[in-house]
């Protein structure tokens, strides 16, 4: 829970709600203090309603009229616009987070005013403050990997509260520190999961056998905007974090994109995010996690015999049961490869997957 004592409300009091209440305590209407400042009715009523701004010759007046101190108008004229300031901030940080999704996912408590669904998000978020939440994430390393990209741009708040989920749900898995040659020695046997017709059937042995390595695998729906379909990084030293969003729901694409994803923590820097998706990440490291994935999937001794695979359901089968992964992730790749086509007969094949 963030610290409520640092919270700061959506409200904002003018410093005319103070004259205001000095008026009503002395039988003054606004008319009496406009003729005693010298002054316009217009004025008044804009210094009243917070419109017209406290100057140092306005609160020179008022200290003269009203008897209280020029720096005391001056600080309040200051943290009034303040006030305004980190009310049209937030509201417009709020703006930019998926909320309505959120809330139908189950992340965030169901609230209607502005205050407390701001509120929800620091918490969820872990932070104390808006202008702490813009430190720890926009100003981090946390968007490296797809901030500079046109293409996520507009959807940064949906992809960081989506990344959140996943640190939040990574940190309830315990996992036994991050072993770069158990994980690689694991993933032979998970090629094996991908015979298995659910995920309810494969999802627990893969967790398990993934979190024996130190890897934290966290499957969450992604919002409204988010376009990521995997993402890795590490959260610490001994953790690391594979998550997917299960935006494809076919087997083909799901399992290509873990072991997409997986190839980024065996390949590369332990430090870096990886989204996919993202212009920012090179393409060379694209390419590998492509290729590693591809090898998992058709080993290389394989390959060759694919490229000549004939383009029918029986083949298919045969040469995936052969290989032992499913027939889906077999013809995925003869279509990616372009060596058949995404005729309705063969995507019959492929197993679709119910998330829930």
Not at 46 to 63: F, K, M, Q, R, Y
Not at 172 to 196: H, M, V, Y
Not at 247 to 272: I, M, P, Q, Y
Request: net charge negative; hydrophobic share 35%; proline share 4%.
């Amino acid at each position: 829970m963030h610290d409520t004592s640092q919270f700061q409300p959506d409200w904002a009091v003018p410093p005319g709600s103070t004259i205001a209440a000095i008026l009503t305590e002395r039988g003054w209407t606004d008319s009496d203090l406009a003729e005693v400042m010298k002054s316009s009715l217009e004025q008044i009523q804009g210094l009243l309603s917070g419109v017209t701004a406290i100057d140092e010759p306005i609160a020179d007046d008022l200290n003269r009229v009203l008897g209280i101190s020029k720096n005391f108008w001056l600080a309040r004229e200051d943290q009034y616009r303040e006030s305004l300031f980190r009310i049209e901030r937030n509201s417009q940080w709020l703006s930019k987070l998926p909320t309505s999704d959120t809330m139908r996912f189950g992340w965030l408590p169901k609230v209607k005013s502005e205050n407390s669904k701001i509120s929800a998000w620091l918490d969820y978020f872990g932070v104390s403050s808006v202008s702490d939440w813009y430190e720890q994430y926009e100003g981090s390393h946390k968007l490296v990997a797809y901030r500079t990209s046109a293409s996520f741009e507009a959807d940064e708040g949906a992809t960081l509260a989506w990344l959140r989920k996943g640190e939040i749900e990574a940190s309830k898995i315990k996992c036994k520190p991050w072993n770069k040659e158990s994980f690689i020695d694991a993933l032979q046997s998970i090629r094996e999961l991908t015979r298995k017709p659910s995920p309810s059937d494969f999802l627990p042995e893969l967790t398990a056998q993934c979190a024996q390595s130190g890897v934290a695998v966290v499957i969450a729906r992604a919002p409204s905007g988010c376009r990521a379909s995997g993402a890795t990084k590490f959260m610490n030293k001994d953790k690391a974090l594979l998550m997917l969003s299960g935006r494809h729901k076919s087997d083909d694409h799901f399992w290509f994109t873990f072991f997409h994803e997986a190839g980024h923590l065996v390949l590369h820097n332990a430090k870096s995010l990886f989204l996919e998706g993202s212009d920012s990440i090179s393409g060379t490291e694209e390419d590998e996690a492509n290729q590693f994935s591809m090898n998992l999937l058709i080993p290389s001794e394989y390959q060759e015999e694919l490229k000549h695979l004939s383009p029918n359901p029986r083949s298919i089968l045969r040469f995936a049961k052969k290989i032992g992964v499913s027939p889906g992730i077999v013809l995925g790749q003869m279509q990616f490869a372009r060596l058949c086509s995404h005729s309705s007969t063969l995507n019959r094949l492929k197993i679709r997957y119910d998330w829930g």
